[in-house]
């Protein structure tokens, strides 16, 4: 262990003073929890409910892309719902109304650039003022919205139907296919596969106890996304809705239930601005990812890779804020096995999901063998002195791990639409 320091160090003075006092750090721990807490708490949690290095760059690039174009939705309905829009519309005109919405280039395009230019603001602030910054403030803004709705949706009528559709066990739903999308579903959720995490917990002084704030974020994670299914399934049932996925559930049967609800437009513009904060403490993080390689790799400054990762997941957004009914090749892009993708669903196929579990068994690979289990205990242990389960660490992320990431990779050749 001592050794091991020392290796470190020698190999950080190699690298000379300026490298190691330039890299930012958090300035609390639970600034930490709270960014890495709002990195995985995103769109994921409620729209998909139910190598370290250049892949992680590439990966990156590709997801803010599209889920800027989607966190822009969000925006657009916070507004829409407040002004009462809404009010007075049948399903059908609804659900016509978000056809059209997204279909037309001028608002698509519009909002994702204000969405990403927000990001943008933020990241330019850096790691304490920027991050940190807003993670505390917009994390307890969005707890508070959701235990408002959690209580909203509780209390309706015919709640208890929504519970046990949530919580009764549908073993007949428990498919090997079924399986797969929730393992895509996790990494998604958690933000893993791209580097997100790594570069977080980068910024993270070496006291630090990874394994109590990794445990923390995780948690997290999953507390919100159950809360959001108790937001969200209570009411559905209550107001006799089928459960639906995806962008159905949340732009065109949610707003029809705000329609009926006592106080539906203050509830529904909370859940919008709840949605939009979820999803803009992960967008940062996925656009930080980049930006930090450009960073450490390139020396540029923050405001300058901050600029290029931007601009450049914005230029790539575009063709997928077409891709909803705007330009018709471009909703019609390719088809796999029968299965229509437009150019949005296809970089969430490519990028949310294979590159994910590529990246994954890089860095398994990666932290396994090449960097090696037993450096990665140390680590652990620097900040935990009391850290019992290495061994069983190191047969997970040297065996386990890789070979489950494996045989799923195979079977995703073979079943594309495994995910979808
Ligand atoms: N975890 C975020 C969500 O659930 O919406 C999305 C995400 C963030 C995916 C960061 C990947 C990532 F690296």
Do not use: C
Not at 30 to 49: D, E, H, Y
Not at 102 to 129: D, E, Q, Y
Not at 284 to 293: G, K, L, M, T
């Amino acid at each position: 262990m001592k050794r091991m320091n020392q290796r470190l160090t020698t190999k950080l003075k190699k690298r000379g003073p300026k490298m190691v006092e330039q890299r930012e750090t958090w300035a609390s721990r639970m600034g930490f929890i709270l960014a890495g807490a709002g990195s995985a708490i995103g769109l994921g949690n409620i729209w998909r409910f139910p190598t370290v290095g250049m892949l992680g760059v590439l990966t990156g690039w590709g997801i803010s892309s599209f889920y800027s174009v989607v966190a822009g939705w969000t925006l657009g309905y916070i507004f829409r719902t407040a002004s009462g829009f809404f009010s007075g519309m049948k399903p059908e005109q609804i659900s016509g109304a978000f056809e059209t919405f997204v279909a037309n280039p001028t608002s698509a395009i519009g909002l994702h650039l204000i969405f990403m230019g927000i990001t943008m603001a933020i990241l330019f602030g850096g790691v304490k003022r920027g991050i940190e910054k807003w993670s505390k403030i917009l994390m307890p803004m969005m707890l508070t919205i959701l235990v408002l709705l959690v209580v909203r949706s509780l209390t309706l009528p015919g709640a208890g139907e929504g519970l046990a559709f949530l919580f009764q066990p549908d073993w007949g739903a428990l498919t090997g296919r079924s399986v797969i999308a929730a393992v895509g579903q996790a990494f998604f959720s958690l933000s893993l596969g791209m580097g997100t995490m790594i570069v977080y917990g980068s910024y993270l002084s070496k006291k630090e106890n990874l394994v109590t704030s990794a445990s923390w974020v995780a948690s997290l994670d999953t507390v919100i996304a159950m809360m959001a299914g108790l937001a969200i399934f209570p009411a559905l049932f209550s107001f006799g809705l089928e459960p639906t996925m995806g962008a159905g559930l949340i732009f065109v049967v949610l707003p029809n239930i705000f329609n009926e609800m006592f106080l539906g437009t203050l509830f529904g513009t909370g859940f919008f601005l709840l949605l939009g904060i979820a999803a803009v403490t992960s967008l940062i993080s996925i656009v930080e990812v980049p930006a930090a390689f450009f960073i450490d790799e390139f020396k540029w400054t923050r405001k300058k890779a901050v600029t290029v990762a931007g601009i450049g997941a914005f230029a790539a957004g575009i063709p997928a804020a077409l891709s909803l009914g705007a330009v018709d090749w471009l909703s019609n892009l390719v088809s796999i096995e029968g299965r229509n993708y437009g150019f949005l669903d296809f970089m969430n196929l490519l990028f949310g999901q294979y590159s994910l579990m590529i990246g994954s068994l890089g860095v398994a690979i990666f932290a396994g063998w090449k960097w090696g289990a037993k450096r990665i205990v140390g680590e652990i242990t620097s900040g935990f002195e009391s850290f019992k389960y290495g061994n069983v660490y190191a047969f997970f992320i040297r065996f386990v791990a890789p070979a489950a990431l494996g045989t799923l990779l195979v079977y995703l050749l073979f079943n594309p639409n495994a995910f979808a």
